[in-house]
């Protein structure tokens, strides 16, 4: 077979892996100054931030103070939240909405008070802080940041392109430990493109791909947090993932979430009539359907188990539909295209994954271990979150992390980029078959929700640990001898994203926020965080 020519170096000041919210908010605010490149391995709204319904944290009612917002995050994140973190962010979101707003995000506002915006409260916060888009919030923003990077000259974009491998001083074989770009995949000619760039950030989301039911997006394959891993970087709090409680139980609805709000603005939890029917939520904790996520998601798990259902219901129904149209549109019409009248049916919910609390260890301003290297958004780990993600908080935290990232860049000089060798692939073939990879995908993801997912024990860690190292020494073996394609390359980082995953969860011997373990029920006196350090860092 006939080699192609090595395709040329990509050269940027500023590469940036990810088009969420974070990656985008980064590279509008580095543009005017430094070359950026956007790499994101679908198309630029395939991401998690375009699902989001719920919105935006931020104290701007009268009434409501940062000192409550803060501690209501701490309160959420079960003793683990990094206090100095969480009061840059909470400090921070004020400004990072007039930011949106500035850039022409329509937030709704309060039709009693023109002008002003219209705040709802969500599970885990004492007041009414949400600032939303009916319940389309990250469509929303993130339609108004694609039109803005789209027209802004200093930003090269590169959809469908999906990294392969971050290109460090190790893999260089020099002193050092400083990330000088990476290798990506263009996945629609199947060449490998080498960057070069002086800071490469990478904003790539979370992981909820990684479990059989999820409310992410496809592109959810922690590809971020599994990269930076490889490349000797620390990562914390791996076993704090959040379920969302109510994800919308029906065959044709994949993935499609029922936003917090709606338990906000009076939604009940309701059984089956088949399980005696009426409310179950004051019984579990006396903030009821107002109490963080991870406290209702245990709830509905030990509710579906004790009476074997298939969900549990969440009725809305009490309130009028023209507030119903006004507020959750997108949910009323949706749930109507099923059939299901949420002015007069109750909504079919059951638990889903849907955000990674840990990630890659970072400090304020996002920089990770590796020199040149930062990380944001959902693929980071910056103390906010701690033990449990108070809602709303993480979209926010995107804006207010790409600020800090931004402003932290543009402080540096710009850094000179070696000579970087192309990829190799001249000891590989193309597979032969891809069955291997299907079915080992679908295998990881049905033990990773049997064994590791809302409730836990060590027998299921240790069976889930097993299986996972007989999957990767399959996947490497693979990856030593075929040519890298999406789903090779998805299918490595959500494998090595479970190890963390379940290395985290066996070495916390105490229930505590997203983790909860039969065989360790209580709470330890002191909180510490997990940090696993990548071998050879």
Known sequence: MTRLPAPPLHAFDVLIIGSGLAGLACALLLAPGRRVAVVTKRELNDGSSAWAQGGMAAVLAEGDTLAQHVADTLVAGAGLCDLPATQAVVQGAPEAIAWLRQLGVAFSEDGEHPGELHLTREGGHSQRRIVHAADATGAAVQRTLIEKVRATPGITLFEHHM??????????????????GAYVLDTLSGQVLTFGAGQTILATGGAGKVYLYSTNPDTATGDGIAAAWRAGCRVGNMEFIQFHPTCLYHPDAKSFLITEAVRGEGGKLL????????????????????????????????????????????????????????????????????????????????????????????????????????????????????????????????????????????????????????????????????????????????????????VRTTKRLERAAHRIALLDAEIQEFYANFRVTRDLLELRNLVQVADLIVRSAHGRHESRGLHFSRDYPGIAEQAVPTVLVPPGS
């Open 163 to 180: 990294l392969v491998d971050l290109i460090t001083d190790r893999q260089l074989k020099r002193p050092g430990k400083r990330c000088h």
């Open 271 to 454: 059984l089956p009539p088949s399980a005696g029917g009426g409310r179950f939520m004051p019984a579990h904790d006396e903030r009821a359907e107002l109490a963080p996520r991870d406290v209702v998601a245990r709830a509905i798990d030990f509710e579906m188990k004790k009476h074997g259902l298939d969900c549990v219901y969440l009725d809305i129904s009490h309130q009028s539909p023209a507030f119903l149209q006004e507020h959750f549109p997108n949910i009323l019409k949706r749930c109507l295209e099923l059939g299901i009248d949420i002015t007069r049916q109750p909504i079919p919910v059951v638990p889903a994954a849907h955000y990674t609390c840990g990630g890659v260890m970072t400090d304020q301003q996002g920089r990770s271990d590796v020199a040149g290297l930062y990380a944001i958004g959902e693929t980071a780990c910056t103390g906010l979150h701690g033990a449990n993600r108070l809602a709303s908080n993480s979209l926010v935290e995107c804006v207010v992390l790409a600020r800090a990232a931004a402003n932290a860049i543009a402080a540096e000089a710009a850094a000179e980029t070696p000579a970087l060798p192309a990829w190799d692939e001249s000891q590989v073939t193309d597979a032969d078959e891809t069955v291997v990879i299907s079915h080992n995908w679908d295998e990881l993801r049905r033990f990773m929700w049997n064994y590791v997912g809302i």
